[in-house]
């Protein structure tokens, strides 16, 4: 047993020959983790000895009573990879191509420095948190922006298109 851990879908520990075997055809779905147990429980390719089930990185299914402080890194075939701390912290990269971000619950996800959010085809941002001001940009080029000073553009497309306001408009202060 080791607070550092690794184990994979090709071989598992066998209670019957007392060692590590590969495992038989047809094979599952190919996957590798490597994980931090704090608390020394077995893995699937150690003999789990007295202990009623395994660890396999994640604080619910840690035999150890304490279940905080795990660290999962998750290489999947089919899912892509996946990284998990304690408290269901998760950053997922997809074999489909997304990237998930999953704060755990009441947790909050942060972003130092610009923050952008581009078009899938083209270079097109269309969402950038910066040090002065937060730009919501259509492909069009319209566009809103909310200042740090406290103003907010509305610009239309080359300055040439229409905002409308459907329901009330109430001013307070000059309009220019």
């Known amino acids: 047993m080791a607070r550092i851990n690794g184990t994979n879908s090709d071989y ?3 209670a019957v020959s007392g060692g590590v075997v590969e495992v038989p055809d047809p094979k599952p779905a190919v996957e590798m983790r490597l994980f931090i147990c704090p608390y020394d429980m077995p893995n699937t390719l150690e003999d ?5 089930s395994r660890c396999i990185g994640i604080d619910e299914d840690c035999p150890n009573p304490t279940k905080s402080g795990h660290a999962l890194m998750h290489l999947h ?4 990879i996946t990284l998990r701390t304690d408290n269901r912290n998760i950053l997922q990269l997809t074999q489909n191509g997304d990237i998930q971000l999953r704060p755990s619950t009441g ?3 942060e972003v130092r420095g610009i923050f952008e959010v581009r078009q899938a085809s083209g270079n097109t941002v269309l969402l950038e948190v910066g040090p002065s001001d937060v730009r919501i940009r259509a492909v069009n080029g319209a566009e809103v922006v909310i200042r740090s000073n ?6 239309t497309e080359n300055n040439a298109g229409t905002v409308n306001i459907q329901g ?7 309009i220019n």
């Open 77 to 80: 075939q089919n899912d892509g």
């Open 107 to 109: 947790g909050q996800a």
């Open 48 to 52: 789990q000895g007295s202990e009623p």
């Open 12 to 14: 598992v520990f066998d």
């Open 168 to 174: 009330n408009l109430v001013v307070s202060g000059t």
């Open 150 to 155: 406290g103003n907010i553009d509305l610009i």
